[in-house]
T-cell receptor
Framework: ELKVEQNPLFLSMQEGKNYTIYCNYSTTSDRLYWYRQDPGKSLESLFVLLSNGAVKQEGRLMASLDTKARLSTLHITAAVHDLSATYFC?????????????FGKGTKLSVKP | NAGVTQTPKFRVLKTGQSMTLLCAQD?????MYWYRQDPGMGLRLIHYSVGEGTTAKGEVPDGYNVSRLKKQNFLLGLESAAPSQTSVYFCASSYDWRYGYTFGSGTRLTVV
């Protein structure tokens, strides 16, 4: 069975702290996507990781991909309240080009002062 | 530039009724997708299209039909709504998998 597993599913952090969200997947895909969703809103693309060893950073968020371990991480540095949201990772089901994505269940992040 | 527009934004249906959700994109994207989002389940692919006139089944296609008669529009139909189809439906489009996917704002559907 094809799976994308995120952990933790819920994360409560204090402002200023660091933490990592993990995304394990069982497909052979070498592409992985991270999205952010605010409550009641749509999904916003954060990162597109296209190859083994890819690392991308935007502000306090950094994402990496290890296709051999079938693992991606989303690292949060010095968290601020504005980062509170649900974060999803997704991989291509067949590793092809048709965009048939499998999503993880999401990690709900709450950053408290 | 509107991006991906979904209509309606909210709808309440009675069991057995039918309806069509419309997704329109103005970015000339080839690929379009319909997902449903349920609490604690992430997003699951219902149907998708890789170009005008094409459609394909996703992970959870039962109870839904789709059509892509024009490149910019992707319609999702429910012929006989069931309470299990209560969900938030998201449409997405893509020009190329390398650049990710653009999502619409969602349609919240309740079937009573």
């Amino acid at each position: 069975e094809l799976k994308v597993e995120q952990n933790p599913l819920f994360l409560s952090m204090q402002e200023g702290k660091n933490y990592t969200i993990y995304c394990n997947y069982s497909t052979t895909s070498d592409r992985l996507y991270w999205y952010r969703q605010d409550p009641g809103k749509s999904l916003e693309s954060l990162f597109v990781l296209l190859s083994n060893g890819a690392v991308k950073q935007e502000g306090r968020l950094m994402a990496s991909l290890d296709t051999k371990a079938r693992l991606s991480t989303l690292h949060i540095t010095a968290a601020v309240h504005d980062l509170s949201a649900t974060y999803f990772c997704a991989v291509d089901r067949y590793g092809g080009s048709q965009g048939n994505l499998i999503f993880g269940k999401g990690t709900k992040l709450s950053v408290k002062p | 530039n509107a991006g991906v527009t979904q209509t309606p934004k909210f709808r309440v249906l009675k069991t057995g009724q039918s309806m069509t959700l419309l997704c329109a994109q103005d970015m000339n994207h080839e690929y379009m997708y319909w997902y449903r989002q349920d609490p604690g389940m992430g997003l699951r692919l219902i149907h998708y299209s890789v170009g005008e006139g094409t459609t394909a089944k996703g992970e959870v296609p039962d109870g839904y039909n789709v059509s892509r008669l024009k490149k910019q529009n992707f319609l999702l139909g429910l012929e006989s709504a069931a309470p299990s189809q209560t969900s938030v439906y998201f449409c997405a489009s893509s020009y190329d998998w390398r650049y990710g996917y653009t999502f619409g704002s969602g349609t919240r559907l309740t079937v009573v």
